[in-house]
C-alpha cells in the first residue's frame, strides 16, 4: 500500500473530493460547500471581510450601520442557537486573554490618568471577543480554508494595488510611503506589517495549494507574495523591511546549505538592492541620527523609565501619550506626544511588567500552536498536507509582525489576534480530522498512486 493510502486510511475516508475540489479553487465548490456551512460561521466570515476590505467606506452608500458590530452580534446569535459538530482548540488563548483585560482594568484604576484608559477599553475587548467567536464557529478544515480566502483576497487587493502604484511612480521613493485603505491598514507603516504578514502566509499557502491547482491559478499563487514584497518596499517603513529580510532568510537559507539556495537568496538580494531606491537606502544610512529615529529612541528609553518607576501596573492603560507629554516634554521632538512605537515598550509601560508577561505567553503561544499543528500532522503521515505549510506561513508572518512592531505601535491592531484566532481553527481542523476520522486530501500528484 502506498503512503497516500497509508496517510487516507489514518483518518478514515470520508468525502475526500469535497476538500480537494476546495483546495483546487474551483469557484462552484466553494460556493457550495460555503452555503452549507453555519450562519454564525456566515456571520463571522461577512465581519472578517468588512473589518478587513472596508467596502462601507469604499462605497460611501453602504455606510449606512455599524456593520462590524452587527455581524459580531448575529455571530453571536447564530453560536447561542445553533449546533456544533465538532471540538474547538484555543481555550488556554482565551484563558490569557481574559487574563490580559482583567491588567488592562486594574492598570486602568490606578492609571495616570483613567479617562485615557476606559475609553480605550473598546480597544482590546473586542479582539477577545472576536477571538472568541471565531474559534468557536470556525473549527473544520472547510472552516480555516474559508477564513484565509477572506484574508487572501482582502490582502491581495491592497498588495495589488500597492504594487501597482509603486510600479506606475517609476519604482520611486516617496517620504510618505504609500497610503491603505481606510482603516487600521491606512497609515504606511501598519500597511507594510500587514504586507509582510500577507508575504509569508501566501507565500506557503501557495507551496501547499500548487499540487491542487494549475493554468491562471497557479501563476496567481506564485505572484502573490511577489506584489506583497513590492507593497512592502514602496511602503518606505524600514522596520519592516528589515522583517522581510528576516523572512526571506528563512525561507530560502535557514537551514539549508545548497547552491541552489545561496543562488536564490543571491538573487532575491541583488534584485532587492536594486529595486530599492537610493533615498531608501539614505534612510538606512540615517537610522539613529535622523528625527524620527531620535524620537523613538527615546520613547523607548523613557518608555523603559515608566516601567521601572510603576513595575506592577505601569502608568496605565493607553495612557503613554499623557504621561508622556508632562514629565518628558523635554524630549518631544514633534508638536504632539505619540505611543511608543514598539509594542513590548507599549505593553510594559502601559501595563507593567505583568501586562508585559501576559502579552509574552500570548507571544509564545502565537508560535507553539502551529508548531503543534504541524507535529500532529506529520504524527498521521501527513506531512505533504496543505495545513503543513499553512502553520509555517502563519508562525513566519507572525514573526514579521513581532519585528516590525519593534517600530510602530500596532498592540491593538488586528495583526495578533487574528493570527491567535487562526491558528486555533488551523489547530482545531486537524484535531477534528482526526477524531471525526475525516480523510485528509491527497494532492493530485499522488492521486495516481492511490489508485
Partial sequence: MSKAADSANSFGQVKPVEMQKLLQLDAKSMLSAFKQQSFAFWMICCYFFFEYVRPHAIIRELDVLPWMQLFILLSAVGLFLGKRSGKSSGMSVLFWLIVFFVV????????????FAWSSLDKYYLWAIIFFLITRVAYTEK?????????FVASLKMSVFGARVWAMRGFSFTSWGMKGPPGFFENSGELAVQMVVFFAVSFYIAKGLMPYVDGWRRWLLMATPVTAAMTVMAASSRGSQVALLVQLYFIFLHGRISIRAFLVAGVVGFVTYHALPDEQWERFSEIGEDRTSVQRMLYWEN???????NPAFGVGYFNFIPYFE????EDMLYDNGQLAHNIFV??????GFIGLAVYLILVYLGFSIPRKSIRLLRSAGMDEDWRVPTAKGLALGFLGFLIGGQFVSIVYYPFMWMHLALSCVLHSSVRNSAVQREELPIP??????TT
Avoid: C
Fill in 326 to 329: 508632562t514629565y518628558y516634554p
Fill in 444 to 449: 493530485m500528484s499522488r492521486q495516481n498512486a
Fill in 346 to 351: 507599549q505593553v510594559g509601560a502601559d501595563l
Fill in 303 to 309: 518608555g523603559w523609565e515608566m516601567m521601572k518607576e
Fill in 143 to 151: 472552516h480555516l480554508f474559508f477564513l484565509l480566502a477572506i484574508f
Fill in 104 to 115: 488592562i482594568l486594574i492598570s486602568g484604576y490606578f492609571s495616570f490618568r483613567p479617562a
